[in-house]
């Protein structure tokens, strides 16, 4: 794997694919600067090289070219705050503007390119466009793992134009290391944490963990199929009907593959989909008509924190409940705490995709792991085994 380690920019250009889609407010101020955050070091190395660094990235969904809202000069001051640097912000993505700031960029400096997506080409993976692109810098560096599992031309089809000169920058290079420990080199025993609404948005994950992992903890929504499929009550559970074969193939696989699995034992059920509905805590297959399991129940948070204590690797990804009502978040809390102390005693723990972000962050539990990844899709995708575009592109 090249990363930016393997090459001195003393007066290199470096075009770096960034990903600072960023979230932003009513009045476009950004409310979440991580990703820009992420990419720093990348950008310091570069310019502590001597080196030049041009910055591309998208920002949103544009889908008619330039429009104000999706303009990059609203994010500038934040990433010029951020990465304490003079920021120069071009007027386009591959026109005159760029090309001349981009000529004449002095040591220090940073080019912010517009967003890209204001070129349909960006998302067609476009390769004339990818090509002026490329002539904007001397050596590519893929920085942005959270678009790295889509093929378009500034995260994929531009590395073609540096063949001997691409290279992945710090984020990814964490990112695929963290990916790589969970699937591959980390130490045993690993566990991997499982929850989330629907057992169908997981199964090629777990069928593409099972070989590398001991323990597999499942919770949210998902349980009540695997509970539903073993003849057990469910109440108005959250279920896929379709999916009771599957949850059965799934427990055979893992027997197979001598993984533990943990269920839930008890959980909180509630009359209603709602924060303030009436609850009550339950054997998770004992479900009464007319409720619904919402939250794992103080048993199951025992018995999953005790696997937990007892792991070395552990991923995570899913909530254990229905976290966004506060009296559903308790077993999500609680296996967030399991994984803080296990981290604490030594533990490699990596989170990764979708909400269980979300949740790290708003519980503060991002400084207690060791990993959280910085892309929600790229690492579902990682984790079910696909080769990502961006990836690829550097490697080959
Ligand atoms: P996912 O995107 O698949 O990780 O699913 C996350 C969503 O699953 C969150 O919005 C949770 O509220 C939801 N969820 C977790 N547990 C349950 C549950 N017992 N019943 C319904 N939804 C749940």
Known sequence: ??????????????????????????????????RIRAAKPTIDKILKDGGYAILMTHLARPKNGFEDK????????????????????????????????????????????????????????????????????????????????RAHASTAIVAEFFPSAKCFGYLMKQELEAIEKVLKSGEKPITAILGGAKVSSKITIIDNILPNIDNLIIGGGMTYTFIKAQGGKIGKSLVEDDK??????????CKKHNVEVHLPVDNVVADDFKNEA???????????????????????????????????????????????????????????????????????????????????????????VSYVSTGGGAMLESLEGKELPGVAAVLN
């Open 70 to 149: 999706f303009s990059l000069k609203n994010i500038a001051s934040k990433v010029a705050e951020i990465l304490d640097v003079n920021l120069i912000s071009a007027e386009d993505v591959v026109g005159e503007d760029a090309q001349k700031k981009a000529e004449n960029l002095k040591p220090g400096e940073v080019l912010l390119l517009e967003n890209v997506r204001f070129h349909a080409e960006e998302e067609k993976g476009d390769k004339n466009f990818a090509e002026k692109l490329s002539k904007l810098g001397d050596i590519y560096v893929n920085d942005a793992f959270g678009t790295a599992h």
């Open 244 to 253: 009771l074969d599957l949850a059965l193939r799934i427990l055979e696989e």
């Open 1 to 34: 794997m090249k990363t930016i380690d393997d090459f001195n920019f003393s007066g290199k250009k470096a075009l770096i694919r960034v990903d600072f889609n960023v979230p932003q407010d009513e009045n476009l101020k950004v409310t979440d600067d991580t």
């Open 278 to 368: 009436n609850q009550k805590t339950v054997a998770v297959d004992q479900i009464p008509e007319g409720w619904m399991g919402m939250d794992t129940g103080a048993e199951t948070n025992e018995k999953f924190a005790e696997v937990i204590r007892n792991s070395k690797t552990i991923l995570w990804n899913g909530p254990l409940g229905v976290f966004e009502m506060d009296n559903f978040a308790k077993g999500t809390i609680a296996l967030g705490d399991a994984i803080a102390e296990a981290t604490k005693n030594g533990a490699f723990s990596l989170v990764g995709g979708g909400d269980s972000v979300a949740f790290v962050k708003q519980y503060k539990f991002d400084e207690k």
